[in-house]
């Protein structure tokens, strides 16, 4: 049997996938499947909410966090340690300091700020922008 992935989704890859017209509204089909696990700290959950309902009506947001925290593939994971790793966006950090917490296999991400963890030799911490997350599934 295949091991599923333990995700971080940043939240530009969380937004775009929201859209039933989006290219990239597999990404949240296959969370809502099952197909891969996320994993998220009260900061992520709080930024996706804040982020969505810029885009979207407070019923939608309220809508994907009240389902994204009732999906059986969710993981909750605190940082007790801040890494700041990424220093041209300190919000990043948030995220990262959760994948390394956690143990995730990838944080799942197109914004270039992650860039500098391919530079870091500890602690690890892979990235993969959506369309190499296709490639999983």
Known sequence: MKKKLRVILDT???LVSISSN???HWV???LLNAEY???????IINEYEEVITRYFSNEISDN?????????NIEKHEAYFNWNLILNDNDDNKFV???????????????????ILNNIEFPIMKT?????FKNFF
């Open 37 to 43: 696990d996320i994993i998220i700290s009260n900061e």
């Open 128 to 132: 993969l922008t959506i369309s190499e």
């Open 22 to 24: 989006s290219k990239y």
């Open 28 to 30: 949240l089909e296959k």
């Open 12 to 14: 530009n890859i969380l």
């Open 64 to 72: 994907i966090i009240r389902t994204l925290l009732l999906l059986e």
């Open 97 to 115: 300091d959760c994948a390394i917490a956690s143990n995730a296999d990838y944080i799942i991400t197109n914004d270039k700020h992650f860039d």
